[in-house]
């Protein structure tokens, strides 16, 4: 029996109080008859407060855009109904290594004692159905009861802290006041330990390795920001003078004002410098390197075939595979070991592209509006962004500090309205710009009303051009399937809420967008930029084309006449 202080808590107050040690302090959902017996203890508790949301699936973008500049994040749900709503964004959650607990108040332990038919379940006496469900989106589940409940809400809370991934929790909505004996102390997040030897092993091999080489780099995915390895990563590169590249899903996790940092990998669509620089590097340092088409230029990605391919808890260097140790202390070790690098010539970025003039009454184009938006951002700005067009903020370069929040590996359209009012939420007192096409925002938009309702300042930036312009340049062009139906965009705001002080505006012109962004941002500020529904940016268009022949093979329909939306 263990001798460690304890104290007695009720199962849902001690769960409430293990999510507060974790760091999360907001908790986002949608209430339900078998979890509001939770919310009362949220509310009497005061652990966390309670942002509700339009729907479970928006809740669970909140709770995935709080968590990535939060560390964590948490969402409530109602059985079955609830728990599938969310379950889109929380397997957006284990694609993009994002941690974010899933609880779920479920159905009464004593309904499944005796069999007793439920609503939202298939009224056939089966329970566990919804826990197999997310059995395939996240990294650990469970249902709690009065005997499992201490050792499996830690388990879950630090699988999610040390796997970067989401959890879920099925709590029965009548165990959640019964009271339990809990350990006394906080919850540690702490990675466990490495094998010592492994670890010296394995810094010792990678060090080695960047030593010896001629022309080595660094090519870091998302997991470089997750795990907490960025500013390390920038060290070893200024202790070596050697070049570091990202792929998109880590758009701003290396400061892209820093001397090191040579700009986006994404195979031959790539900058030349870029290439060259991971391409015909001699010892290659990836970190968390999870290739897909969109990140890899369509499949022309081609690291060397010895690169060293760092993960969260091991590492291959050629032969060899090293379990047991954890990213940071591996990027520590290899910092602290290498020695300085001699005067070594780093691939310079492109020269600027000219900027188009701000003012006059030319016609808006995606050209002139992305300029404008380079322009615009300074440090220190949290930016988010959808599917679409808007894909062209991936070739812009950041200020220091900014913060880059995508669904760029998952693809979840609409994400990004409901990651906002996470973002929002973790970090209030940064700026935080939206940026999406009208086809993205009807899917999410309601949650706009909860962004208004807690007097956020954001500003966003919506695309209005008539429809899903990024699938026109895979297929359909002119067809009525990537139509839409055309919204009052600007006017939302003050439907939504209408005593907001929001600022809308819609600009079709340069001038338009000029005066719109030199508004004072102390309030929402909301752009509808009218664009026409053929103009796209050169590169997106590429991708999508190109995409096309590999979804649909060299018989598809993308092959026929005016079918597709080409870059001019």
């Known amino acids: 029996m263990s001798t460690s202080p304890s104290r007695w808590m009720t199962i849902g107050d001690f769960l409430l109080r293990r999510l507060g040690e974790a760091g999360v302090g907001h908790l986002f959902g949608v209430p339900g008859d078998f979890n509001l017996e939770l919310?009362?203890?949220?509310?009497?508790?005061?652990?966390?407060?309670?942002?509700?949301?339009?729907?479970?699936?928006?809740?669970?973008?909140?709770?995935?855009?709080?968590?990535?500049?939060?560390?964590?994040?948490?969402?409530?749900?109602?059985?079955?109904?609830?728990?599938?709503?969310?379950?889109?964004?929380?397997?957006?959650?284990?694609?993009?290594h994002v941690p974010v607990v899933c609880i779920c108040g479920s159905i009464p332990l004593k309904s499944i004692d005796r069999g007793l038919g439920m609503h939202?379940?298939?009224?056939?006496?089966?329970?566990?159905?919804?826990?197999?469900?997310?059995?395939?989106?996240?990294?650990?589940q469970a249902r709690l009861t009065p005997h499992n409940a201490v050792t499996e809400i830690d388990r879950l809370i630090?699988?999610?802290?040390?796997?970067?991934?989401?959890?879920?929790?099925?709590?029965?909505?009548?165990?959640?006041?019964?009271?339990?004996?809990?350990p006394e102390a906080p919850l540690v997040?702490?990675?466990?330990?490495?094998?010592?030897?492994?670890?010296?092993?394995?810094?010792?091999?990678?060090?080695?390795?960047?030593?010896?080489?001629?022309?080595?780099?660094?090519?870091?995915?998302?997991?470089?920001?997750?795990?907490?390895?960025?500013?390390?990563?920038?060290?070893?590169?200024?202790?070596?003078?050697?070049?570091?590249?990202?792929?998109s899903t880590a758009k701003a996790v290396i400061d892209e004002t820093f001397p090191y940092y040579v700009g986006i990998y994404n195979g031959q669509a790539?900058?030349?410098?870029?290439?060259?620089?991971?391409?015909?590097?001699?010892?290659?340092?990836?970190?968390?390197?999870?290739?897909?088409?969109?990140?890899?230029?369509?499949?022309?990605?081609?690291?060397?075939?010895?690169?060293?391919r760092a993960r969260s808890h091991s590492v291959d260097i050629g032969d060899d595979n090293y379990q047991a140790v954890t990213l940071q202390e591996v990027i520590r070790g290899v910092l602290d070991t290498v020695p300085y690098g001699t005067s070594r010539a780093v691939p310079q970025r492109g020269a600027t592209a000219a900027k188009t003039p701000a003012g006059g009454s030319t016609h808006l184009t995606q050209a002139a509006y992305w300029q404008a938006i380079q322009d615009y951002l300074r440090a220190g700005d949290v930016l988010l962004l959808d599917n679409g067009t808007s894909y062209a903020l991936l070739g812009l370069q950041l200020p220091p500090d900014c913060t880059f929040v995508g669904s760029i590996n998952w693809g979840s359209i609409g994400y990004s309205v409901a990651a906002l009012l996470g973002?929002?939420?973790?970090?209030?007192?940064?700026?935080?710009?939206?940026?999406?096409?009208?086809?993205?925002?009807?899917?999410?938009?309601?949650?706009?009303?909860?962004?208004?309702?807690?007097?956020?300042?954001?500003?966003?930036?919506?695309?209005?051009?008539?429809?899903?312009?990024?699938?026109?340049?895979?297929?359909?062009?002119?067809?009525?399937?990537?139509?839409?139906?055309?919204?009052?965009?600007?006017?939302?705001?003050?439907?939504?809420?209408?005593?907001?002080?929001?600022?809308?505006?819609?600009?079709?012109?340069?001038?338009?967008?000029?005066?719109?962004?030199?508004?004072?941002?102390?309030?929402?500020?909301?752009?509808?930029?009218?664009?026409?529904?053929?103009?796209?940016p050169a590169a997106v268009m590429t991708s999508s084309n190109t995409g096309a022949d590999i979804d649909y093979g060299p018989r598809g329909p993308q092959h026929r006449d005016n079918a597709q939306l080409r870059p001019a």
């Not at 009224?123 to 395939?136: K, P, S």
């Not at 330990?193 to 990678?206: K, M």
């Not at 001699?282 to 690169?307: H, Q």
Request: hydrophobic content about 45%; some cysteine; glycine content about 6%.
């Open 189 to 247: 997040l702490a990675q466990p330990p490495s094998d010592p030897e492994r670890l010296r092993s394995c810094v010792t091999a990678i060090a080695a390795h960047l030593s010896a080489a001629k022309s080595p780099a660094v090519l870091v995915d998302l997991d470089a920001d997750r795990f907490g390895v960025a500013a390390d990563l920038m060290g070893l590169a200024e202790k070596m003078q050697l070049p570091v590249a990202a792929i």
């Open 270 to 308: 790539s900058e030349p410098h870029v290439r060259a620089a991971i391409e015909s590097s001699d010892c290659l340092l990836s970190i968390g390197y999870r290739p897909i088409e969109v990140t890899t230029g369509d499949f022309t990605a081609s690291l060397p075939t010895d690169t060293i």
């Open 423 to 536: 973002t929002l939420t973790a970090a209030p007192d940064r700026r935080h710009l939206l940026f999406l096409g009208d086809g993205s925002f009807q899917l999410t938009a309601q949650e706009l009303s909860t962004i208004l309702r807690h007097d956020h300042k954001p500003v966003i930036f919506l695309i209005n051009n008539g429809g899903y312009t990024i699938e026109r340049g895979y297929l359909g062009k002119t067809e009525q399937y990537n139509d839409i139906a055309t919204w009052a965009y600007a006017d939302l705001p003050r439907v939504l809420r209408p005593d907001t002080t929001a600022r809308s505006f819609v600009v079709k012109t340069t001038a338009d967008l000029a005066e719109a962004l030199s508004a004072p941002n102390d309030t929402l500020i909301f752009i509808e930029a009218v664009m026409d529904p053929y103009d796209a």
């Open 158 to 182: 630090l699988t999610a802290w040390r796997e970067k991934l989401p959890v879920y929790v099925e709590l029965p909505s009548d165990i959640a006041y019964l009271d339990i004996e809990v």
């Open 39 to 96: 919310l009362q203890q949220v509310q009497d508790t005061g652990t966390l407060q309670w942002i509700g949301n339009c729907s479970e699936l928006n809740a669970s973008y909140a709770a995935d855009g709080y968590a990535r500049l939060n560390g964590m994040g948490a969402l409530l749900v109602t059985n079955a109904v609830g728990a599938l709503s969310a379950i889109n964004g929380v397997a957006g959650s284990y694609s993009e």
């Open 120 to 140: 939202h379940t298939m009224a056939d006496g089966t329970w566990d159905r919804f826990l197999g469900a997310y059995a395939q989106v996240t990294a650990a």
